[in-house]
């Protein structure tokens, strides 16, 4: 399967232009190959200096939105290479900025208030909310910047469309949300019975906004054992729900809770609980 870590093919992928059966081979590699998981990380570089560079065509373009920039993570990680490629314009001779001294340097605030012709109390108002937005991306960073590598797998994996999933590769659990601390009360599952990925489907209030996303944390004894970014909304016959894949390496026997928090909200949404024996 060496072929599959050329950048190129990896990019093939990131854009969803591969057939379902690759991207299911490089998806199963992804969680023991860490060398793979590098080669992947160059090609999402790679991949993002080519759209700053204007280097994809119409249709690539198109799949680079939609397959690709499906998270913040990947959006922010595009303003980052930006302001790099940006400012890394440095002279072959030295190695300081090529500057053109005939420049009248302002400051941040200065030109701010130029392009948006803000008053001194609108400029004020619209600084202090930069900074609030940007604290709120460090704190996201902070909390999910750290993700391992199995977390950073899945992750891709849940973002992308699980619209037409093929079940039948998966062990499929169905919850319904309450907050329960006895495993009396709550659905048991045998854990020989999962297959490599177990595929949740947690019942949503039916008028539940489907564009929302939602963050996921999977707690066992009161701690955090693995995380999720974001998931999605989905329809379903009687109501919306939110779709999941994880990891049968994770589960242990006892009592497990996944917590839905919505994105943009830091109010818990959902409780869903369920033990594993």
Known sequence: MGEIKDIKYLKKYLLGKLSKK???LID??????DKLVENLSVAEDSLIEDFIEGELDQKETKLFNTNFLVSKERKLKIETIYLL???????????????????????FFERLREIFHLSPQKLAFTSILIFIMLGIGLVYLNYFGN????????????????VNIQKDNYSQIDLISGISRSSNKVKTIAKDSLNNDVFFRLALESESDSKNKYRIELIKDDKIVFRVPEVNVYRNIIGKELRLILPQTIFETGLYQIKATKVKSNKISFMYSFYVK
């Not at 199963?28 to 190959?33: P, Q």
């Open 22 to 24: 690759e991207i299911e």
């Open 147 to 162: 993700l391992s590598e199995l977390e950073q797998n899945y992750a891709r994996m849940n973002s992308s469309d699980l």
């Open 85 to 107: 490629k940006k400012y890394s314009n440095r002279d072959e001779k030295g190695d300081s900025l090529i500057v053109n001294e005939d420049i009248e340097f302002k400051s």
């Open 28 to 33: 199963i590699e992804l969680i023991e190959n």
